[in-house]
């Protein structure tokens, strides 16, 4: 029996409304909550993600141990590289390390620096 729910992923950014709006178009939800300092997307599902302002937000560097990446998200997509190109233009980039052939699984940094992986 579990202990808890999942309710909330939560990121640390410098600019929680653009980081929204970029996991918003993303994943296709919306922002369902906006406060200066929080913004929180969800689907109407019970897990939500949610982006707080951290003015003094460093972005993990990765593969390096010494400030290593901390967390990411790993999305299914019907085809990584059109999914590729939708969100490098919506301001991910693609990170220059990409462990083994990037067979199954693409790696990307969103708008704050942050890992995520386009997966097929």
Excluded: R
């Excluded at 937000?57 to 999305?75: F, I, K, R, S, T």
């Excluded at 969100?87 to 969103?110: I, M, N, R």
Aim: charged content about 20%; hydrophobic content about 45%.
């Amino acid at each position: 029996m579990a202990i808890a729910t999942l309710h909330s992923f939560v990121y640390d950014c410098p600019d929680p409304k653009a980081l929204a709006g970029f996991y918003a178009e993303l994943l296709g939800w919306e922002i369902v909550k906006e406060d200066v300092d929080w913004v929180t997307i969800g689907d109407g599902g019970s897990v939500n993600m949610a982006f707080q302002l951290a003015p003094d937000y460093v972005p993990p560097v990765w593969p390096q141990v010494d400030h290593p990446q901390q967390a990411h998200l790993d999305v299914v997509v019907d085809d990584l590289v059109e999914a590729g190109k939708k969100v490098t233009a919506l301001g991910a980039v693609k990170h220059h390390h990409q462990p083994g052939d990037e067979e199954g699984f693409v790696v990307y940094l969103d708008p704050a620096g942050h890992l995520f992986c386009l997966c097929d």
